[in-house]
């Protein structure tokens, strides 16, 4: 078992920057592939980025790319995601999550196993 905890979120203007966190506890996060996903009110949750269990292949959506960077530090078995630029459209609650280090489809959230409880982003126009 698994448990994560984001923390990091906050209020920023438009154009800031934020650093999320997640931290896990109950087994080593080096042997999964980690996701950020992000949902906001309303809407589905949807896919933000993801990083092999090695750190050595990343992934993002589109509308961060260029943005947003995830990273992991597996001897603190924390992984972040740090976001520049930041939009009134990046508005969301975010979360983190774990799946398989075989995990193919970084997008599909069905696929990932363990889930943090979210942090709420909020940036202001």
């Known amino acids: 078992q698994v448990q994560l905890v984001e923390s990091g979120g906050g209020l920023v203007q438009s154009g800031g920057s934020l650093r999320l966190s997640c931290a896990a506890s109950g087994r080593t996060l080096s042997s999964y592939n980690m996701g950020w996903f992000r949902q906001a009110p309303g809407k589905e949750r949807i896919f933000v980025a993801a990083i092999t269990w090695s750190g050595e292949n990343t992934y993002y959506t589109d509308s961060v790319k260029g943005r947003f960077t995830v990273s992991r530090d597996n001897a603190k078995n924390t992984v972040y995601l740090q976001m520049n630029s930041l939009k009134p459209e990046d508005t969301a609650v975010y979360f983190c999550?774990?799946?398989?280090?075989?995990?193919?489809?970084?997008?599909?959230?069905?696929?990932?196993?363990?889930w943090g409880q979210g942090t709420q982003v909020t940036v202001a126009s």
């Open positions: 999550t774990a799946g398989s280090p075989r995990l193919a489809n970084y997008a599909d959230s069905a696929l990932y196993v363990y």
